[in-house]
Antibody, heavy 116, light 108 residues
Framework: EVQLVESGGGLVQPGGSLRLSCAASGFTVSSNYMSWVRQAPGKGLEWVSVIYSGGSTYYADSVKGRFTISRDNSKNTLYLQMNSLRAEDTAVYYC??????????WGQGTLVTVSS | DIQMTQSPSSLSASVGDRVTITCRASQSISSYLNWYQQKPGKAPKLLIYAASSLQSGVPSRFSGSGSGTDFTLTISSLQPEDFATYYCQQSYSTPSITFGQGTRLEIK
């Protein structure tokens, strides 16, 4: 059974850092393109970052230079390192497999709150 | 960036109604358009991909159509479990995908 379980969210002060994890089971992370998508409270969905099976990475302009997506193949886990966090980064962060394709699958999300 | 605009932003309907939600892209995206359903506190669920292909396990009362810049999601006969927020999403400009602002479907 396919599962994606996010963790690592929480309350962090502006300027701080946080690392999100997304543990996968039922499939191999490194064989799929994996994305992070976020949703601010009461708002719509915003794509954040993607890592392709070949290792190429891409970021939304709003997070470029501050966030880093990576994966650990031995742990079958996806990560999002978030630095220099701002209030506007407050959101539920979802990891997802193959967004928009018939292998599409999302985790349950983890809440990140940036506040002093 | 490709902008996606949904209409209406909210909609009230009754069980059994036929409902149509539209999505317009700021430029042609061919058929690179997907539809998601999201319920409160839950992750989005893919309903339709490539404009008109029904995702496995999704009831056949959901259908999608369109190409280029104009797309529609139709629910042929609303069921109680269909009350949710719906998002369109373009994958034409992959990796930089974008979503519409959402359409909230409420019970009348």
């Amino acid at each position: 059974e396919v599962q994606l379980v996010e963790s690592g969210g929480g309350l962090v002060q502006p300027g701080g850092s946080l690392r999100l994890s997304c543990a996968a089971s039922g499939f191999t992370v490194s064989s799929n393109y994996m994305s992070w998508v976020r949703q601010a409270p009461g708002k719509g969905l915003e794509w954040v970052s993607v890592i392709y099976s070949g290792g190429s990475t891409y970021y939304a302009d709003s997070v470029k230079g501050r966030f880093t997506i990576s994966r650990d193949n031995s742990k079958n886990t996806l990560y999002l390192q978030m630095n220099s966090l701002r209030a506007e980064d407050t959101a539920v962060y979802y990891c997802a497999r193959a967004v928009g394709f018939n292998r599409d699958y999302w985790g349950q999300g983890t809440l990140v709150t940036v506040s002093s | 960036d490709i902008q996606m605009t949904q209409s209406p932003s909210s909609l009230s309907a009754s069980v059994g109604d036929r409902v149509t939600i539209t999505c317009r892209a700021s430029q042609s995206i061919s058929s690179y358009l997907n539809w998601y359903q999201q319920k409160p506190g839950k992750a989005p669920k893919l309903l339709i991909y490539a404009a008109s292909s029904l995702q496995s396990g999704v009831p056949s009362r959901f259908s999608g159509s369109g190409s280029g810049t104009d797309f529609t999601l139709t629910i042929s006969s609303l069921q109680p479990e269909d009350f949710a927020t719906y998002y369109c999403q373009q994958s034409y400009s992959t990796p930089s995908i974008t979503f519409g602002q959402g359409t909230r479907l409420e019970i009348k």
